[in-house]
T-cell receptor, first 114, second 110 residues
Framework: KAGVTQTPRYLIKTRGQQVTLSCSPI?????VSWYQQTPGQGLQFLFE???????NKGNFPGRFSGRQFSNSRSEMNVSTLELGDSALYLC?????????????FGPGTRLTVL | QKEVEQNSGPLSVPEGAIASLNCTYS??????FFWYRQYSGKSPELIMS??SNGDKEDGRFTAQLNKASQYVSLLIRDSQPSDSATYLC??????????WGAGTKLIIKP
């Protein structure tokens, strides 16, 4: 079974621009979560989507948004980029049938804001 | 406020010894726990999940859960240099959200 895929893998943007990151979950997985990780930091939860609905949301400004499509693929968008948005953005998928399912991570998208 | 806490380390362990990683959580509502390993520049990968009190073994890894004391631990036996990584602990709550610890950096010295 193919794993979680994320595109693009690397991205360089300038301040003020916007960016869209894509995540394709493992086949059959309905939950997709997004995380931001900066050097030396743990995982900061952005949001989680399940069956096209945002089910949980972290403490990030409204510049960060996301959506999930009917095929469970997800996108996240960051508008008006700031230098501090430079980070590794990770997507994770899970079945979420029982609430105890494991999250499987994609390779991440490394965003650099200049 | 749901929290999961880990000592950031680094924890330095000689090769061949047992590495012990600990994690405490604040909310008794947590239903399941996960240990992930993350190498520098890579994404986290699952080591073990544990849902019930007691020990769960998988090869050189043993996860321990004590819900009464609200802690989770991971033991790595016969530590190898390839085990050097950051270990992340996470607890899942009834709203399906994972709460993550900041991670413990483990260094295995040859």
């Amino acid at each position: 079974k193919a794993g979680v895929t994320q595109t693009p893998r690397y991205l360089i943007k300038t301040r003020g621009q916007q960016v869209t990151l894509s995540c394709s979950p493992i086949s059959g997985h309905r939950s997709v979560s997004w995380y931001q990780q900066t050097p030396g930091q743990g995982l900061q939860f952005l949001f989680e989507y399940f069956s096209e609905t945002q089910r949980n949301k972290g403490n990030f400004p409204g510049r960060f948004s996301g959506r999930q499509f009917s095929n469970s693929r997800s996108e996240m968008n960051v508008s008006t980029l700031e230098l501090g948005d430079s980070a590794l953005y990770l997507c994770a998928s899970s079945l979420e049938l029982t609430g105890g399912d494991t999250q499987y991570f994609g390779p991440g998208t490394r965003l650099t804001v200049l | 406020q749901k929290e999961v806490e880990q000592n950031s380390g680094p924890l330095s362990v000689p090769e061949g010894a047992i590495a012990s990683l600990n994690c405490t959580y604040s909310d008794r509502g947590s239903q399941s726990f996960f240990w992930y390993r993350q190498y520098s520049g890579k994404s986290p990968e699952l080591i073990m999940s544990i849902y019930s009190n007691g020990d769960k073994e998988d090869g050189r890894f043993t996860a321990q859960l004590n819900k009464a004391s609200q802690y989770v631990s991971l033991l790595i036996r016969d530590s190898q240099p390839s085990d050097s990584a950051t270990y992340l602990c996470a607890g899942k709550y009834s709203n399906y959200q994972l709460i993550w610890g900041a991670g413990t950096k483990l260094i295995i010295k040859p």
